[in-house]
């Protein structure tokens, strides 16, 4: 089979071009000119560089094309005005795109990861699961608005005749962050012991490979215009903690500090790492979503699809070791792992 992946060497398209190639597909990385390509190289039988923005460059990489998997898309917290605009041209004119040059291009399925961001939240604890009513009004934050109005095009246009499934992943965490996502940093500072402190609230994460699992099997068995959680357990940030230190041997303490004040200070915070030009580790967006109910339920997926998560401390586990092989962790530190 023919496939195609936008965004090839993010977090999950690294994972799912390779996964792809293990299964024995003829695989297009589709990625942006200039992008690292190390670790999609060994795994890919076409490298074309293009831009979601760009329908001509999408057209001519469709062609002869079975299934597309849409993973390109800009997730930003900092809520600052040019990463707005930038999310909506991106997860919403790159979709726009997608969908022209599938049609043009007669894909035979599109595989698009949106996001549970985009399904409503529900009050109180209750389990929150798919939707067809895509809403951007009823969502909160930048991001989550881009992916709402994103999924409802998707829908939209499988009403007329394109045949594409939608999954919904959680928080991905996992093995090969090459580009060190926002939770592969937070990983990263707890091993270098540069985390200091945390606060209340948690979420729900998933892992990369479950996810491109449910991805494979959504392309396989899911039924066009529907719509897949791919989500996993939730965690509390002080349970995810305590799993870093048992999975690590540490015992480092870290002081908590209540939701309220660390709100308060994120815009300071924020501003702080705007002008160190580091990555937030929290920012107003995301500490809301830490307080936010994330019982994304993953029912659907597994009755209809077989989709199955793995067990959040074997993520864990898997994630540790391989970012202590991969990240540059200070000498010390590595030595310290490996010994534990």
């Known amino acids: 089979m023919k496939v195609l992946v936008t965004g090839a060497n993010g977090h999950l398209g690294t994972v ?46 469709f062609r002869g094309i079975d299934v597309v998997f849409h993973t390109a898309g800009i997730i930003d917290i900092s809520s600052s005005r040019k990463m707005k605009r930038l999310m909506k041209s991106v997860n919403i004119g790159g979709v726009e795109n997608v969908i022209k040059a599938c049609k043009e291009a007669k894909v035979k399925r599109l595989v698009y990861t949106s996001s549970v961001h985009a399904i409503k939240e529900e009050e109180g604890k209750s389990n929150i699961s798919e939707t067809t009513n895509f809403n951007p009004k009823c969502i909160k934050g930048s991001y989550a608005k881009t ?123 924020l501003l702080y790492y705007k002008i160190r030009k580091m990555k937030p580790l929290f920012t107003p967006y995301s500490l809301t979503t830490l307080m936010s109910n994330s019982n994304y339920s993953y029912k659907k997926a597994a009755l209809a699809l077989g989709y199955a998560p793995t067990s959040f401390k074997v993520t864990i586990e898997d994630t540790i070791k391989w970012c202590t092989l991969h990240y540059h962790l200070p000498k010390e530190k590595k030595e310290k792992r490996k010994r534990g």
């Open 16 to 61: 799912l071009t390779k996964a792809l190639s293990h299964r024995g597909d003829e695989v297009t990385a589709f990625i942006m000119p200039g992008e690292n390509i190390n670790e999609i190289y060994p795994y890919s039988n076409h490298i074309l560089y293009g831009n979601v923005l760009d329908l001509h460059s999408l057209i001519i990489a």
């Open 147 to 269: 992916k709402a109005v994103a999924t409802k095009l998707i829908l939209d246009a499988t009403k007329e005749g394109l045949d594409a499934v939608v999954v919904h992943p959680a928080g991905i965490i996992g093995p090969e962050d090459y580009g060190m996502s926002h939770m592969g940093n937070i990983f990263y500072k707890f091993l270098t012991g540069s985390l200091k402190a945390y606060t209340s609230g948690g979420y729900n994460f998933v892992d990369v490979r479950d996810v491109v699992k449910g991805m494979l099997l959504a392309q396989e068995k899911g039924k066009c215009g529907e719509c897949y959680i791919l989500s996993g357990e939730y965690h509390s940030i002080k349970e995810l903690l305590h799993i870093l230190k048992d999975v690590t041997k540490t015992t480092r303490h870290l002081v908590w500090i209540p939701h309220w004040l660390a709100y308060i200070c994120s815009p300071l915070a």
